[in-house]
């Protein structure tokens, strides 16, 4: 079965700064992957999805990018974070294209002071 | 569009206690998948169980039980004798099929269950 990996797990930046958060898959080839962030500790919102390598889909417009260098690695980075920019970062991957279910990583925790 | 509500925000219950928790969905699509996921304060999201359109049959797995109606458009899920370990947030979610399809998460309802 596959293996979600997102580090780092807590990061503290002050505004403007760059970001980098990093997620890969294990256990399976050609999954579709996504970033979606939790912010104010309710509502997931999907930011960006990849079917694949250097594929990107955003949802909405904003401070952020994602890239997939490889088939089993999605980065989601920024150039100036902005406060607006805190929140718990998901990355989840879908396997089964016939059933849907999306399996999630242990989160990324974004503090931007 | 898409579209989940979880009308309920937060519940809190005292251990032993049933509780339902309420999934409304919106589709366009005539074939599509219904899930619910488990939060819990660590943060990941734990998949629950997958239903598709075509099986409204009810689902039971141990405490936790599942009621799927097309004609309501719910997909309500109860937990029995509620144990403070199954506080959490739940989350229900919809996907239509094909590749590029997208789950689409309702708010999630926050569950307290009080020893």
């Known amino acids: 079965s596959q293996t979600i990996h997102q580090w780092p797990a807590t990061l503290v930046q002050p505004v403007g700064s760059p970001l980098s958060l990093e997620c890969t898959v294990e256990g399976t080839s050609n999954p579709n992957l996504y970033w979606y962030r939790q912010a104010a500790g309710r509502g997931l919102q999907l930011l960006f999805y990849s079917v694949g390598i250097g594929q990107i889909s955003s949802e909405v417009p904003q401070n952020l990018s994602a890239s997939r260098p490889q088939d089993r690695q999605f980065i989601l980075s920024s150039k100036k974070l902005l406060l607006s920019d805190s929140g718990f970062y998901l990355c989840a991957c879908r396997v089964l294209m016939n059933t849907g279910e999306l399996f999630f990583g242990e989160g990324s925790r974004l503090t931007v002071l | 569009a898409q579209k989940v509500t979880q009308a309920q925000t937060e519940i809190s219950v005292v251990e032993k206690e049933d509780v339902t928790l309420d999934c409304v969905y919106e589709t366009r699509d005539t074939t599509y998948y219904l899930f619910w996921y488990k939060q819990p304060p660590s943060g990941e999201l734990v998949f629950l169980i997958r239903r598709n359109s075509f099986d409204e049959q009810n689902e039971i797995s141990g405490r936790y039980s599942w009621n799927f109606q097309k004609s309501t458009s719910s997909f309500n899920f109860t937990i029995t004798a509620s144990q403070v370990v199954d506080s959490a947030v739940y989350f229900c979610?919809?996907?239509?099929?094909?590749?590029?399809?997208?789950?689409?998460f309702g708010k999630g309802i926050t569950l307290s269950v009080r020893p």
């Open positions: 979610a919809l996907t239509n099929t094909g590749a590029n399809s997208k789950l689409t």
